[in-house]
């Protein structure tokens, strides 16, 4: 019981590190710069105005939305560490962060759904975020002092394999 277990919260890394891995960083950021940059062009704005514009409106949503976990996530820390109930949590904002990244098919190249897939995104981002925090709270009942460390390692690492392997696929699939 104990492995599957550990092998359980370790995919769970595996299963959301593409969300970090292609969203936020190679493939839906650069997407939304691209997109907000010819959406703020046409408004008007110089091409360099407007990738500014782009990168900072990203930047600002981001910022925001790690602010928000950066004040809450320590409630929902102590909160996650106190309870026994964590799975109905991660359940819960598994959904949200799934749900709102599905949103994100509405980004169009002409811009018209921008304000709301930035919104979208930030949302996915929180609630990704909030997952993680009952996921982590689970670690310490895996396994002793000694092991802890080795567990929460390779779940890192197979986190990090997991977003290799959506980007390698995301490359096959553009080329």
């Not at 408004?43 to 990168?55: H, K, N, Y």
């Not at 779940?155 to 080329?175: C, D, H, P």
């Given at each position: 019981?104990d492995?599957?277990?550990i092998?359980?919260?370790?995919?769970?890394?595996?299963?959301?590190?593409?969300?970090?891995t292609?969203?936020?960083?190679?493939?839906?950021?650069p997407?939304?710069?691209?997109?907000?940059?010819?959406h703020?062009?046409?408004?008007?704005?110089?091409?360099?105005?407007?990738?500014?514009?782009?990168?900072s409106?990203?930047?600002?949503?981001?910022?925001?939305?790690?602010?928000?976990i950066?004040?809450?996530?320590?409630?929902?820390g102590?909160?996650?560490?106190?309870?026994?109930?964590r799975?109905?949590?991660i359940?819960?904002?598994?959904?949200?962060?799934?749900?709102a990244?599905?949103?994100?098919?509405?980004?169009t190249?002409?811009?018209?759904?921008?304000?709301?897939?930035?919104y979208?995104?930030?949302?996915?981002?929180?609630?990704?975020?909030?997952?993680l925090?009952?996921?982590n709270?689970?670690?310490?009942?895996?396994?002793?002092?000694?092991?802890?460390?080795?567990?929460?390692?390779?779940?890192a690492?197979?986190?990090?394999?997991?977003?290799?392997?959506?980007?390698?696929?995301?490359?096959?699939?553009?080329?």
């Amino acid at each position: 019981m104990d492995r599957k277990r550990i092998w359980g919260w370790m995919a769970f890394d595996w299963a959301t590190q593409p969300f970090y891995t292609l969203g936020l960083t190679f493939i839906f950021g650069p997407y939304f710069a691209s997109v907000a940059t010819e959406h703020f062009a046409s408004l008007g704005a110089t091409p360099e105005a407007a990738d500014a514009r782009a990168q900072s409106t990203w930047a600002f949503a981001q910022t925001l939305a790690g602010l928000f976990i950066a004040f809450t996530g320590p409630v929902l820390g102590a909160y996650a560490d106190s309870t026994g109930r964590r799975m109905p949590w991660i359940v819960l904002f598994s959904a949200v962060y799934v749900v709102a990244t599905a949103t994100l098919w509405w980004m169009t190249p002409d811009g018209a759904a921008l304000w709301f897939c930035l919104y979208a995104f930030a949302l996915a981002f929180v609630a990704a975020e909030f997952a993680l925090i009952f996921v982590n709270a689970q670690l310490p009942s895996l396994g002793g002092q000694e092991a802890i460390g080795k567990i929460s390692g390779t779940g890192a690492s197979v986190g990090y394999w997991g977003g290799v392997l959506s980007l390698a696929i995301m490359l096959l699939v553009f080329f």
